[in-house]
Nanobody, 124 residues
Framework: QVQLVESGGGLVQPGGSLRLSCVASGSISGSIFSIYDMGWYRQAPGKQRELVAEFTRTSSTNYVGSVKGRFFISRDNAKRTVYLQMNSLKPEDTADYYC??????????????WGQGTQVTVSS
């Protein structure tokens, strides 16, 4: 089992920055963590959860169009941590942000793990 714990959310003014962190714990070493695709999702009130950014096990990164050039995802496999640096925040970035770990398991298929979420509010 893998547990994900997010931190770093809060209230910030438009134009400000936040850095979210997600630490993986449980039966996962740094080398095992490296084979997970890691992602950050967000869900605003009344909206569906959407993928914001992902950092795959092959070290490719992808971003939803609305955050390109403002958000940056990174990971430290030794620390079993993935980060989301959010700059130039806008009110429309307000949402609960969730960390996701995804891995393909032999004879099982794709397995997703989720954190409990951290709230980001962008408001003056």
């Amino acid at each position: 089992q893998v547990q994900l714990v997010e931190s770093g959310g809060g209230l910030v003014q438009p134009g400000g920055s936040l850095r979210l962190s997600c630490v993986a714990s449980g039966s996962i070493s740094g080398s095992i963590f490296s084979i997970y695709d890691m992602g950050w999702y967000r869900q605003a009130p009344g909206k569906q959860r959407e993928l914001v950014a992902e950092f795959t096990r092959t070290s490719s990164t992808n971003y939803v169009g609305s955050v390109k050039g403002r958000f940056f995802i990174s990971r430290d496999n030794a620390k079993r941590t993935v980060y989301l640096q959010m700059n130039s925040l806008k009110p429309e970035d307000t949402a609960d942000y969730y960390c996701n770990a995804r891995v393909a398991v032999l004879n099982v298929g794709v397995v997703d793990y989720w954190g409990q979420g951290t709230q980001v509010t962008v408001s003056s």
